[in-house]
């Protein structure tokens, strides 16, 4: 009878250190706690029903669909104490990144995406993300697996957006002011677009706009799975090799059409200057030739006027002065001698 008293006060001796050991718990300083009653989240204390979070990214018709109540958060430190029937469930608040191209249901290298001219092309970054400690309902209890659902919405919304990309600024060769019209001429016909058709270019060059575009697209995240983007990181927009050879080709070609336009145009630049410069220097010659005869011009009007026909012959006889003792030869008419 005493072995079978001593044999059962050890049992119950082990189950109360097994049971208040497991009743004690401690949140790390990069998680937050959940506490549920036989399944059941605590909702906190006059939430409205149904603790609706607000997000203006979403829709209404959203925001009646994704119906999340407030829970309670229990914060880092501990030890707690919960009791037997209750569950812990920790996340971590931490900021995370994943590979873009990570798929719980099957191994890939990157993500395939296809581009408004029908070229597949292969699509590489990562993502940062971090757990809404505001909306941990949605991320413990609204769906099984909601990283996997925020990668397949980010992925499908990436690849919607990579279908229908185009440059903003468009690729010409010239400057839309060069492009101008002048005066008297019709409109000119715009500049050849070598990247016309040639997405893949569009989105290597605007890498950074994309990045942007996919993280207002994917603000509502939060309150759909509980999970906040923190950043999109694409890096790497491949094509197949053979088109990239291509595509490589048609990047040389355009560099060498701007080159020999970029020289033309100093050319042409130049030549005008030189043509100015040859004009001035012609207008100057002439103005110097024309100066000394409108002057003498001048001078032999005011000396007709002041003076009359007699004194006009009278300087024009004594300037031939100084030409005579010049003058090798001179030959007179019969009027002059007369």
């Known amino acids: 009878m005493i072995h079978l008293f001593v044999f059962g006060f050890g ?34 204390p006059g939430s409205q029903a149904p603790g609706m979070t607000d997000e203006s990214s979403m829709s209404t018709e959203e925001q009646e669909r994704y119906r999340y109540p407030q829970v309670q958060v229990i914060g880092p430190g501990g030890p707690y104490f919960k009791f037997p029937w209750q569950r812990v469930h920790k996340v971590s608040v931490a900021t995370q990144a994943v590979d873009l191209s990570w798929d719980p249901t099957k191994a890939q290298d990157t993500i395939e995406a296809v581009t408004k001219d029908n070229l597949t092309t292969g699509v590489n970054g990562q993502i940062r993300y971090r757990i809404s400690e505001q909306n941990l309902y949605a991320y413990l209890f609204g769906v099984a697996s909601p990283l996997e659902h925020v990668m397949g919405y980010f992925v499908s919304v990436l690849r919607e957006r990579i279908a229908n990309f185009t440059d903003p600024k468009g690729q010409t060769l010239l400057a839309d002011d060069e492009l101008a019209p002048s005066d008297g001429e019709a409109s000119a016909t715009s500049s050849v677009d070598l990247s016309e058709g040639v997405s893949i270019n569009d989105l290597r060059k605007n890498l950074p706009l994309l990045n942007q575009y996919m993280e207002q697209q994917c603000q509502s995240t939060t309150g759909r799975y509980g999970i ?111």
């Not at 049992?11 to 050991?21: D, E, H, P, Q, S």
């Not at 560099?255 to 410069?277: G, K």
Request: proline fraction near 3%; glycine fraction near 4%; charge should be neutral.
């Open 228 to 338: 906040e983007l923190d950043a999109a990181l694409i890096t790497e927009i491949d094509p197949p090799a053979q088109v990239d050879r291509a595509l490589s080709a048609i990047n040389s070609t355009r560099n060498q059409v701007a080159a020999d336009i970029s020289t033309a145009r100093a050319d042409s630049e130049q030549q005008i200057t030189m043509s100015a410069r040859a004009v001035e220097i012609a207008t100057n010659n002439a103005q110097a030739e024309v100066a000394p005869l409108q002057e003498l011009a001048s001078t032999l009007s005011t000396i007709k006027t002041e003076g009359g026909s007699d004194c006009l012959s009278a300087y024009v006889r004594n300037a031939k002065i100084p030409l005579y003792k010049r003058a090798g030869r001179i030959v007179q008419s019969a009027n002059q001698r007369s």
């Open 11 to 44: 049992v119950f001796v082990y189950a109360a250190i097994r049971i208040l050991t497991g009743c004690l718990y401690t949140v790390s300083p990069d998680q937050r706690a959940v506490i549920t009653s036989f399944g059941a989240a605590t909702v906190m």
